[in-house]
């Protein structure tokens, strides 16, 4: 059975950072992409992030481009958000997913629907 561990989730001042982190147990995230999502309350999941498995390849929505870096740890079989000069737009539940079907992070974004393992979500919240 696969289960995902997020962590890292908070309550931040605009301008603060924080570092998001997951991985799980059951799956060898080596392995696959693996994207950060994102919701805020009565808006669509987004894609925000996302980090090949077969090469260095990233993605990063426009909205967080310069100030999220989504790093991988393959000897911790761990992935990483680091979220800096966070606003209060950034407000939402993050979590984190497999695309077990992909090694490669398409060039426009996480597809929701293509991501067949998910975390539980961790809940952000920026405001001063």
């Known amino acids: 059975q696969v289960q995902f561990v997020e962590s890292g989730g908070g309550l931040v001042q605009p301008g603060g950072s924080l570092r998001l982190s997951c991985t799980a147990s059951g799956l060898f995230l080596n392995y696959y992409a693996v994207g950060w999502f994102r919701q805020a309350p009565g808006k669509e999941r987004e894609g925000v992030s996302c980090?090949?498995?077969?090469?260095?390849?990233?993605y990063y929505a426009d909205s967080v481009k310069g100030r999220f870096t989504i790093i991988r740890d393959n000897a911790k079989s761990t992935v990483y958000l680091q979220m800096d000069s966070l606003k209060p737009e950034d407000t939402a539940t993050y979590y984190c997913?497999?695309?077990?079907?992909?090694?490669?992070?398409?060039?426009?974004?996480?597809?929701?629907?293509?991501?067949?393992?998910w975390g539980q979500g961790t809940q952000v919240t920026v405001s001063s």
């Open positions: 980090t090949s498995s077969s090469d260095s390849s990233t």
């Open positions: 997913a497999a695309n077990t079907m992909r090694t490669r992070c398409l060039g426009t974004g996480p597809v929701r629907h293509e991501y067949d393992y």
